[in-house]
């Protein structure tokens, strides 16, 4: 087994299978004799539904993510040249379209569609990778634990999340002309009820919670998975000293039927050693006898 494969294979699985896998993956290392390996697999982390996502597309949709990482190395290029972005953005901003709707079919062909949330984190996931180019290597490698974003700077007009809607036709009139047009023609503004205003930030907090709780369930099932990893190696252990106390029981009876058959041979070794004795004795008996009658 390689790393390389097993931790394609693991980072492919649905988040809740991923411990499940990294045991499995791990204990054939082991069952093969590298405990290096082993434990590196166990050090794998599970990752978060976003950044699985992510990973999907790493596998599935390959060629559109290329595309938007190899749009990200020319506006990277263009930026530290001096040059213009040109309609690098544009395309930036259709293939990360393009993407994440890619990604929540593809999360959700496994049951696990994306929240708003996830999806955010995806996306800033995709346009960090456009921004840094270690982010887009271990994006490329399909195997993020977390979401990525990147904070670091960027120069005006490489925006992280870029608005691909069109301007209204007002703004595209001159300054003077759309100081001049009617107030009538001004687009009104929704209305937006106090119950769906309430509605909407209820749907927020919900989501946030959901988000919070898929984190604790991560973190706990690290820890699962680590204490069950203390156990796999206190079970060695044991098996160890199991193997030892079989082998020093053995050697016991072993010992024991020699130690038995030495005993045998010894009571059999007295016995003769007895009847010698009384057989040189009667043949001194008989010797003094005959002495004695000649």
Do not use: C
Not at 196 to 214: G, I, N
Not at 268 to 281: D, P, T
């Amino acid at each position: 087994m390689e790393f390389s494969s097993a931790a394609d294979e693991l980072y492919g699985v649905v988040p809740e299978e991923f411990v499940a896998t990294r045991t499995r993956l791990a204990r054939e290392a082991k069952a093969e004799g590298d405990a290096a390996l082993a434990k590196r697999i166990g050090g794998l982390r599970r990752p978060t539904l976003s950044a699985w996502a992510v990973n999907l597309l790493a596998r599935s949709a390959s060629d559109d993510l290329g595309r938007l990482l190899e749009v990200g190395a020319r506006m990277r290029e263009a930026w530290g040249s001096g040059g213009g972005l040109g309609d690098l953005e544009q395309q930036r901003a259709r293939l990360v379209a393009v993407l994440l709707r890619r990604a929540g079919d593809l999360a959700g062909e496994r049951g696990r569609p994306l929240r708003d949330q996830a999806v955010r984190e995806v996306e800033d996931t995709l346009q960090a990778a456009t921004v840094d180019e270690d982010i887009a290597a271990e994006v490329r490698e399909g195997r993020l634990p977390q979401p990525r974003s990147h904070t670091g700077f960027v120069p005006a007009g490489f925006a992280l999340a870029p608005e691909p809607s069109q301007k209204p036709e007002a703004e595209k009139q001159p300054r003077a002309e759309r100081k001049a047009a009617p107030a009538e023609k001004r687009p009104e503004r929704p209305k937006v009820t106090r119950t769906s205003a309430a509605r909407a930030k209820r749907a927020e907090t919900l989501a946030r919670r959901a988000d919070e709780a898929e984190r604790a369930l991560a973190d706990k099932a690290e820890r699962a998975d680590a204490a069950q990893r203390a156990a796999d190696d206190a079970s060695a252990v044991v098996g160890r000293l199991r193997h030892e106390l079989e082998r020093a029981t053995a050697e016991r009876d072993s010992a024991a039927r020699r130690a038995e058959r030495a005993e045998q041979a010894r009571a059999r070794a007295e016995e003769a050693a007895r009847e010698a004795r009384k057989a040189a004795q009667e043949a001194r008996r008989a010797a003094e006898r005959d002495a004695a009658h000649g």
